[in-house]
């Protein structure tokens, strides 16, 4: 359905600012980004960013939006991940089948060429300009250079809020009443760190693995730039025994370091300067509801429904946000109103879903992985999935190789949780963990526990 | 221990404001209260409010403030709930032992008078005077007439947030990173009706009951005054069948009344009036973490953990906070720091668990009232805990005649939830749940079951 060319403002400039605004351009809408921080492609990166896992859902909206090709030259494929366990050698898991991976892409890298793409598409990006105010009803945006000085006034149609996040757009929504919105925030941190090249350019680890170095409540992660570095991670508690509160000096730093990842601490470059020069980034879960002010204001991504990093779906579900935005947009027209409508009650169920996938794999991180109880059930899943493929596919590769929902991707992986709790009562379980009693007991209980009993 | 005399802002002149100035000038320091709204003694009622219902939380902190006679004469005892159920004569439930009682107040009668109490206290009080701003780390407050106009400085040595479910001093401390925050609104509104007093001053109801028409998921209430008139609140779903949307005219608001509670229709005053020059207001479970900023600045009251009022505790809990943050302030003296991090330790879990408490009893009343299980079951615990007093003391009398922490009350609920659900299995109930098989079932479960298994 052909649609009436709108004014419309994007606040955030970030991934899913920018996507959206190639989106709409696309769509023949006049687009403007604002964003208060002044344009990535002139500054430095900030030294907290995680490296993104592309994955699916992002190549989806990518594909849709024509700019499939353009960012795969930016991105390595990650078919495994590599587990450099203490005192044992690296071991690797395939994260799927032969060609499945997710994909490593710095986040600056990303971000500098999609506004580039925006732009050549015709988006209008206004930089380093604050908007400090939203009038829902009217759809416009106040900005200027504090929040107490001279304000410049702006009137759209629509306004989308991918300001991340900490959202401007979403905090003005906030003080309506029945609002409903919440931020949990872990007690465990993060801190770049980064491990460079070899002399000749190339990768000091393996380039297709994603590194992990698991400790408990700790861990340190590594993923491939295309400059042969590696973009490195380490999440640790803020407090407690083992903890960045514990490290206050360079010597703490080193000390701390070659105890628990000895093997990779000499790749590190500049690890006492970058530890305490990068900042300590907190985690946060954002839910809130609704997403959309009538036809005139939307949420998108982050300030939608920020998530914790552990399933590498942040950028993936806002990337997802507007592959159904906007296909609710062609198949509704110019009616915005059932388009805000109906998008936010498709998306709002997944993102909630995505949200406590993510939440558990950090649980799961932190407590379970040296649990023998659930390295067991772990081995026992692994072993049936390759025996019935079609009957036991894992939430990750729901979650990361699929487009089906989020919300069915935990409702299916709550099912095979309740089979493996019936399972692990087996007695004796150590020693035919791979008998044929076993795999047969899973295949009685899946004919026996219908699929809503996920739910 | 004596403490030195401090200055100290109380933002708010609210209930825990007013108390907390009261508090504070007793222990010598100098209180300046600030409230964006005019004083309320010199302007009309909102037509928003609820009754209150002191019970014996809020009685202990009056008592310790030295004002409990004062605001007993504000008060009528309520000794019983007085059902008014569909074609059925009213019946009654007795609260508790024959002296308790919970105590009716008019919200803006009391606040009036605490005000007037705490400016005798030597409190002073800047009314119309909005605080848009504070600094955490300096205890400084900025305030005037628009967020964006001029603003005035104030420093001082501690500020409270007692400003309420919307507080500004908590919405600044929610800026920061790791500030755990969340607010849930239920789909259940309420409106504000007045049921006037007979020609000669008397009340038309029993004046000593808390009167209840209940109607599954909506219900009507009404709480006396001391002129003779009884405050009345719907509560009401905002959308679906039965519902505020669905009532638009002075012609539905009538035939609503007629249909669902034509007994009480005749003695509502200005039905149709009031109903649509009075609000709509809406109901929030608000809850968060941190509650202090090093001793710089504390939340108290509802700033800190508003809750639905269907526990009627929701001023109770925040006279408690007054009750245990002044008796930290007495046990360490002027070491603050010790004394707002002990506060907010010792009260969070205590507010999470009559926020619960509060909740539960929404849900109770909206869906479980019309089920012949549920009572069945609040039967037979009502003859067991006549038998055996001292064995079963029901959730609502702790929480309403005691003052041990909410915590346990809703431990202690838990555990008798989980007796109870053992002894529904029983075959044949209905026809013999006040037999000795019963009792002894539960005696029996009593002993089983560990008390801390009700966590």
């Known amino acids: 359905m052909s649609q009436k060319p709108k004014q419309v403002a994007i606040v955030g400039s970030g991934l899913v600012g920018s996507l959206l605004a190639i989106f709409l351009r696309k769509a023949g809408h006049a687009v403007t980004v604002f964003d208060r921080r002044p344009d990535i492609r002139t500054v430095e990166f900030s030294g907290r960013s995680i490296n993104l896992a592309m994955s699916n859902r992002g190549w989806k909206a990518l594909r849709q939006a024509g700019i499939e090709e353009e960012v795969r030259k930016l991105a390595i494929p990650l078919y495994q991940r590599a587990m450099h366990v203490s005192d044992e050698p690296v071991y690797y898991q395939k994260y799927g089948k032969e060609e499945e991976a997710i994909w490593s892409i710095s986040r600056g890298v990303l971000n500098r060429r999609m506004i580039d793409l925006a732009e050549a598409a015709g988006a209008s990006f206004r930089f380093s300009e604050k908007v400090w105010d939203v009038d829902l009803p009217t759809a416009r945006l106040f900005t200027g250079e504090t929040e107490k000085g001279e304000w410049e006034e702006y009137a759209f149609d629509h306004v989308f809020g991918c300001d991340g996040a900490f959202s401007r757009v979403r905090h003005k929504m906030q003080r309506r009443s029945r609002f409903d919105y919440s931020q949990d925030f872990i007690d465990v941190g993060y801190k770049e760190l980064t491990i460079p090249p070899n002399a000749d350019g190339s990768h000091k680890l393996d380039k297709h693995s994603f590194h992990i170095w698991p400790r408990g409540r700790f861990m340190f992660i590594a993923?491939?730039?295309?400059?042969?570095?590696?973009?490195?991670?380490?999440?640790?508690?803020?407090?407690?025994?083992?903890?960045?509160?514990?490290i206050q000096t360079r010597d703490d730093a080193r000390d701390f370091f070659r105890k628990y990842f000895p093997t990779v601490t000499p790749d590190i470059e500049n690890l006492t300067g970058d530890f305490f020069r990068n900042p300590t980034s907190a985690l946060v879960t954002i839910r809130c509801y609704p997403w959309t002010y009538w036809d005139k204001v939307a949420l998108v991504g982050d300030s939608a429904h920020a998530i914790v990093p552990f399933y590498g779906q942040g950028m993936n579900a806002g990337f997802e946000d507007i592959t159904v935005l906007t296909g609710l947009m062609q198949q509704h027209g110019g009616d915005w109103e059932r388009v805000f409508s109906e998008y936010q009650a498709r998306?709002?169920?997944?993102?909630?879903?995505?949200?406590?996938?993510?939440?558990?794999?950090f649980v799961e991180m932190s407590s379970r992985t040296a649990d023998p109880e659930f390295l067991l059930q772990k081995k026992i899943e692994r072993h049936f999935a390759n025996a019935y493929p079609d009957k036991w596919i894992p939430a990750y590769s729901r979650v990361t190789f699929s487009d089906r929902p989020y919300a069915e991707a935990l409702a299916m992986g709550d099912r095979q949780e309740a089979i493996m709790r019936e399972v692990m009562q087996m007695p004796d379980l150590e020693n035919r963990w791979d008998s044929p009693e076993v795999t047969n007991r899973i295949l009685e209980l899946l004919d026996q526990q219908p699929v809503a009993a996920g739910k």
Chains 1, 2 share one sequence.
């Open 223 to 246: 993923m491939p730039n295309l400059d042969g570095s590696f973009t490195c991670t380490l999440f640790l508690p803020f407090e407690g025994e083992v903890s960045f509160e514990k």
């Open 347 to 361: 998306r709002k169920p997944n993102a909630d879903a995505i949200a406590e996938l993510s939440y558990r794999n």
